[in-house]
């Protein structure tokens, strides 16, 4: 497959990932990794340290699908959305069939009575395996800038 | 009488000489808010300062906060842990700048003013002035100025520090249950998974209050009923030491029958409800004893915690009258694998900012600061399992809340 391809094939994914989550289907949003695959919520102080704790971590659908049910049917909070706004997409090669690529990114919380505010800023470091017919990520990293989270993390990054 | 003649003595007053009843307004006044952070968090108590991992070399140091106090801790040449205020002796600047890192001595940014890793001042730039004009006037003595010091102790490998001389022990401090429940999690070295903070929009005892409160657990937290985890009765007890605001609670579980039940699980018809991926809570009994949650308290601001096999220091930090910092400090140990240290990351999910049994500790405390606004008559009721604050055998109980604010008015003098 060309280079071009993959291109908007990796931004397709990575749209759809924002949207999904965005318009409030997150019961699709294990769908688009990858199984098993690794999805990590993690401060970049963290990061950068080399420690491996993070705020949300899943290495399975399975497990997606559980913080999903959670989320709908066990965990109580403010009702918020999301705004994702996603930066220029950075290809930074291929390893096989995985497309390495990273990203920038905001997202805004939208409380139940309007209250908007800047929730995080961060970078996406994936890995999305393109082999299949469709794209789905291996891993996502959601490296954030600030170790800091207000209230709560409900809803996936 | 005010006892430092800095703040109004007279604080919010109380319906009685109890415990069991909390005028809401200590968790909306500003007076207040100065007063704890004189007599609490400056006063007579051991406040979490970082890990002895953390300053394993000399020069070594963490630059933290007793509540909103800038502090720093170091480990000197000879090896000894200090901790000082983070304030310059000549115009009040924050010497150390970094989170952590390691130093030779503490050069202040604003005039050059140096310290040693002992606090000592040593050094003062153009303290004899330049081409003899200038300087410091005779009389001055960099012996006579040393950073404010506190009082360090050690246990577990958690380092603890006091601004007060008049702090008890370290162990007599926690008392002998409470200091049994440290060591029994501290057992081994431990090592430094990773960090988080939460920002809380409220008065930091409500949240402290929170981690003191076993009525809620099963109530608030519906993680472990919706997915029919833990129906297995579960015997545990409160443990409350003598002036009341240290604590631990424990619960056992049967780790091998919860195992056999869940691999019973696709077999069920409410299999909807089970976890499709088990593990976020699949456990070892690593202490070898069947408690699978321990959570301990330390006045005025610490709490460590056994999760089943999420192990962390929670560090509460005032921040204004409605506001506080969180600061999550997950750990293993030493003697961890790969299989150990993977199975304390999947069971992370269970607690922090998107804790499945712990996000709505998160917002609870701004749900009750908001109906208090300007709406903080009156007092709550902490009556669940009586009025005293003793150590009790069941969980039913708001026991060691009331043993926080036994130990709060004593120490606030309210």
Known sequence: MDDLAIRLGVQELIGAYAETIDEDRLEEWPDLFADPCRYLVISRSNHEAGMRQGVMYAASQGMMLDRVFSIRRANLFEPHRYRHVIGPIRFKGMDGAVACVHSHFIVVRVMGDGATSLFATGRYLDRIDTSGGAYRFQERLVVLDSDRIDTLLAIPL | ?414
């Open chain 2, 1 to 414: 009488m005010s006892q430092s003649g800095l703040t109004a003595d007279h604080g919010v007053s109380w319906p009685s000489n109890g415990i069991s009843e909390v005028p809401f307004r200590v968790y909306t006044d500003q007076a207040q808010y100065d007063r704890e952070q004189e007599r609490l968090f400056q006063g007579p108590t051991w406040n979490y300062l970082c890990l002895a991992v953390e300053l394993t070399k000399p020069g070594d140091f963490v630059s933290t906060t007793i509540g909103e106090a800038a502090v720093i801790v170091v480990r000197d040449q000879a090896g000894a842990i200090n901790a000082f205020v983070n304030r310059c002796v000549h115009r009040g600047n924050l010497l150390c700048l970094e989170r952590q890192g390691n130093v030779k001595e503490f050069g202040c940014i604003y005039h050059g003013w140096i310290y040693n890793l002992t606090g000592q001042l040593t050094g003062v730039a153009f303290e004899h002035g330049v081409q003899r004009q200038g300087g410091m006037p005779s009389e001055f003595r960099k012996e006579d100025h040393t950073l404010r010091r506190l009082r360090v102790a050690e246990l577990g490998g958690l380092v603890f520090g006091t601004f007060s001389d008049s702090t008890p022990d370290l162990e007599s401090w926690l008392g002998e249950d409470v200091t049994r429940g440290l060591k029994r999690v501290m057992n081994r070295t431990p090592t430094l998974l990773g960090r988080n903070t939460q920002i809380l929009p409220n008065n930091w005892k409500l949240y402290f209050e929170n981690v003191k409160d076993t009525y809620h657990a099963s109530i608030l937290h519906l993680f472990l009923t919706t997915f029919r985890i833990n129906r297995l009765s579960m015997p545990g007890g409160i443990f409350i030491n003598r002036d009341g605001g240290n604590h631990y609670s424990f619960a056992k579980l049967d780790y091998a029958a919860e195992d056999a039940d869940y691999k019973d699980a696709g077999l069920r018809s409410d299999s909807e409800f089970r976890l499709q991926d088990g593990s976020v809570v699949e456990s070892v009994d690593e202490y070898g004893d069947g408690v699978s949650v321990q959570i301990l308290t330390i006045m005025p601001g610490m709490v460590l915690q056994q999760v089943r096999n999420t192990i962390a220091v929670r560090v509460i930090r005032p921040r204004g009258v409605d506001r506080t910092e969180l600061e999550w400090i997950h750990l293993g140990f030493d003697t961890d694998d790969e299989a150990m240290t993977e199975r304390r990351l999947r069971q992370g999910n269970l607690i922090g900012p998107a804790g499945y049994i712990a996000m709505e500790d998160g917002c609870i405390g701004g749900f009750v600061q908001r109906a208090l606004q300007y709406n903080d008559d009156g007092a709550g009721i902490v009556m669940m399992g009586g009025h005293e604050a003793e150590s009790q055998s069941f969980r039913a109980s708001e026991a060691a809340i009331r043993g926080f604010w036994k130990h709060y008015r004593a120490l606030m003098g309210d």
